[in-house]
């Protein structure tokens, strides 16, 4: 989960979790952003009630 739209150590939030499986909930619009290697990516915002926290995830992960 980060805090910008793009693949970057700094703008994590969180860096073990959510994981596969867990549920999060749509709370913002999707946006384009960076990927691994600068490969063009899609975010969107998610809240994970697990780690009650809000921010950004790839929108690839999401299913």
Same mark, same amino acid.
Do not use: C, K, W
């Given at each position: 989960?980060? &805090?910008?739209p793009?693949?970057?150590?700094?703008?994590? *939030? *969180?860096?073990? /979790? =959510?994981?596969?499986g867990? #549920? %999060?909930?749509?709370?913002?619009?999707?946006?384009?952003? &960076? /990927? #691994?290697?600068?490969? =063009? @990516? &899609?975010? %969107?915002?998610?809240?994970? =009630?697990?780690?009650? *926290? &809000?921010? #950004?995830?790839n @929108? @690839?992960?999401? /299913?």
């Amino acid at each position: 989960m980060r &805090t910008a739209p793009s693949f970057n150590y700094e703008n994590e *939030i *969180i860096h073990n /979790g =959510p994981r596969n499986g867990q #549920l %999060v909930q749509i709370v913002g619009e999707y946006v384009q952003g &960076t /990927g #691994l290697n600068g490969v =063009p @990516a &899609t975010y %969107v915002r998610v809240y994970s =009630p697990d780690f009650n *926290i &809000t921010g #950004l995830v790839n @929108a @690839a992960y999401i /299913g």
